[in-house]
């Protein structure tokens, strides 16, 4: 079955209060056990914030923080098998339901 990645995009700034942010991760969780039990889950994570990032370029330079400046970044991601892209974007809508977010669906090109 193909594979989808769900980059949930997230706003810059501060990170939501944890009155905010607690009643969000447990509705994730909930969809994340409904994906599991369609067998549709493979893997999800969040992210830290892109100043924790370090770029590391193809002549050997590091840098830390992103690469540019942004709006806004992938402030996590869900990977999903699902049928069809139909399957998929039905998928994506009930997550950007539960976050409030925009989500990001992308067919994963290769499969290892």
Sequence with gaps: MPQYLLNIIQPAGQVPPPEVL???MRDVATLNEEMRAAGVWVFAAGLHQPEASTVVRPDGLVTDGPYAE?????GGFDV???ADLDEALA???KLTGVLGLPVELRPVATTF
């Design 22 to 24: 607690e009643p969000v």
């Design 70 to 74: 942004a709006a806004e970044f992938i």
């Design 80 to 82: 999903i098998e699902a």
């Design 91 to 93: 998928w994506t809508r």
